[in-house]
Structure formats: C-alpha cells, structure tokens
C-alpha cells in the first residue's frame, strides 16, 4: 500500500511564495513520474507540473517561469516551489504519482493568494 502526505499549503498574498511537500510512503519498489495537480471551485483539475525519474519537467503554460517541481529520490518526496503567486492560483493541489505503474493521489492541500 502506498501512502502521500502533502504538506505546505496556507494562505498567502499575492506576489508572495509557498512551497508545497508531498512525502510518498508504504511498500514502494520504484516511484516513476511525480506530478502536481490542482483543482479550483467549479473547474476540472489541471496539470500544474510533473517530473519523471530521471528529472525532466514539464510545466503548464499558467505557471511556467513561477513554480519549479523537484524532487528527491532518498526521501520519496516531490515538492513544488510556488513564486509570484497570483490568486488565480488559488485551488485545492493534489500530488500524484506513478509506482510501479499504478497512480495514487494524495489527499490534496489548500493554496489561497489574496490580492
């Protein structure tokens, strides 16, 4: 069984920075791509950001320049740096992950920017 625990949402105003942490725990043989996804009221969820296992990344156009995804191997965890915010980035984020070839979903942190 695999488990994601995100972490680092809050409130923040707009201009400002957040870093969002997802640690991937359980029975993990191999974590493949990792990804970052949000969902805001009363719209589909979106790919924010995603990495593979080798570290190559792909962003959505909205954030592209503003939010870096990294992740660390040792620890099972993806993160994502969150810059110049902007309250249209306002949304619930979910982390996803691929293991072994199955996806899992954490259980989502709430991002606010006010203006």
């Known amino acids: 069984q695999v488990q994601l625990v995100e972490s680092g949402g809050g409130l923040v105003q707009a201009g400002g920075s957040l870093r969002l942490s997802c640690a991937v725990s359980g029975s993990i043989f191999r974590l493949n791509a990792m990804a970052w996804y949000r969902q805001a009221p009363g719209k589909q969820r979106e790919l924010v950001a995603a990495?593979?296992?080798?570290?190559?990344?792909n962003y959505a156009d909205s954030v592209k320049g503003r939010f870096t995804i990294s992740r660390d191997n040792a620890k099972n965890t993806v993160y994502l740096q969150m810059n110049s915010l902007k309250p249209e980035d306002t949304a619930v984020y979910y982390c996803?992950?691929?293991?072994?070839?199955?996806?899992?979903w954490g259980q989502g942190t709430q991002v606010t920017v006010s203006s």
């Open positions: 996803n992950v691929d293991a072994h070839g199955l996806g899992y």
């Open positions: 990495i593979t296992s080798g570290g190559s990344t």
